[in-house]
């Protein structure tokens, strides 16, 4: 399927500190990085229809190629886009159970790129009707159907392009914790042209390797943004992982061998963030665990952590 992308986008009106940073410095491509797991080669064998793994591997590579070209975002360089990590998250099954019991269940994929992390819960059966993914570039949105050799007809999720920042796009809310009037439908998300209309509706959003390319304001801004999108039901969920730190820092990455400054949250801090300064304190339960990093080897100079976390409303 050819894809076509205009030079006159919409694009950001706060870029973040990390695109300001990296944008030019761009790494050596290797193919070695890719090393898929099983369950993604299955995965990808299942939703493209390639099943010889050489030629599978080269389409991905192809797209990787491509995709750096549009900007290059070090998870583009590491084959993050292809990962299936939405679905090694603990609360991955109670995002599946959302979708099956509960009515009207919306699921927000945030800086969704290729769209990987809403593919697979919809093979897995969330309801591909109530899904919707939201990123800064259109590109790389439309070079999901080109890396699942899918179409709008296949996969019928609609996407909204725009900044989170930019109070256009999403206005900002105070979280909400009564539950809405049962009169109110959610909204069409095929008509939608930004995310305001979502607020208070949405069951589950998802935004992983998002939260650290912002300063420690920005994020704060996001993070109340988003809790002003999610439903006051029991259970609704924000959940996703970062670049972190053991300490509440700002540390240097060298990501291309360029420094980029890097603002981390740790464990403690993000829990403060989201349970006691985002939303009332005890009306969250907020799960967060600093793990390594996973980049392949060679990729960077040395260990980083992540942020494995979750935020459920109780």
Same mark, same amino acid.
């Given at each position: ?113 290729? #769209?990987?992390?809403?593919? %697979?819960?919809?093979?897995?059966? =969330? &309801? /591909?009707?109530?899904?919707? !993914?939201?990123? *800064? ?6 070079? #999901?159907?080109?890396?699942? %050799?899918?179409?709008?007809?296949? =996969? &019928? /999720?609609?996407?909204?392009? !725009?900044?989170? *920042? ?149």
């Amino acid at each position: 399927m050819a894809t076509t992308y205009s030079s006159n986008d919409t694009q950001a009106t706060h870029i973040s500190q990390f695109d300001q940073a990296h944008a030019g410095h761009k790494g050596e491509l290797r193919e070695d990085f890719l090393q898929l797991t099983d369950d993604e080669l299955v995965f990808y064998k299942q939703i493209t229809g390639i099943k010889d793994d050489a030629e599978l591997i080269q389409h991905i590579v192809r797209m990787q190629a491509e995709a750096y070209q549009v900007f290059p975002y070090p998870c583009i360089r590491w084959f993050d886009f292809v990962r299936l990590r939405v679905s090694r998250f603990a609360v991955y099954y109670d995002l599946l159970k959302l979708g099956r019991e509960r009515e009207g269940a919306l699921y927000l994929d945030l800086g969704t790129c290729f #769209g990987t992390a809403i593919r %697979k819960p919809v093979l897995d059966g =969330f &309801p /591909v009707k109530n899904c919707i !993914g939201s990123d *800064l570039r259109r590109e790389f949105w439309d070079m #999901g159907y080109q890396l699942c %050799k899918d179409s709008p007809g296949v =996969f &019928p /999720v609609p996407f909204v392009q !725009g900044d989170v *920042l930019d109070p256009s796009f999403l206005k900002p809310s105070a979280p909400i914790y009564t539950p809405l009037e049962s009169s109110k439908s959610n909204p069409e998300l095929s008509s939608l042209t930004n995310l305001t209309p979502l607020t208070g509706r949405l069951s589950a959003i998802h935004a992983s390797y998002f939260f650290h390319l912002f300063s420690e304001e920005k994020q704060l801004q996001i993070a109340q943004s988003l809790a002003g999108l999610l439903s006051p039901l029991p259970g609704s969920m924000i959940f996703g992982q970062h670049v972190a730190y053991t300490t509440k820092s700002t540390i240097i990455i060298h990501p291309t061998g360029e420094p980029v400054p890097m603002f981390c949250h740790s464990p403690e801090s993000w829990k403060e963030l989201w349970n006691g300064t985002v939303f009332k304190k005890g009306s969250v339960k907020v799960e967060a665990e600093l793990s390594t990093l996973p980049v392949p080897k060679g990729a960077l100079d040395h260990t980083y952590w992540q942020l494995v976390w979750s935020v459920t409303r109780l």
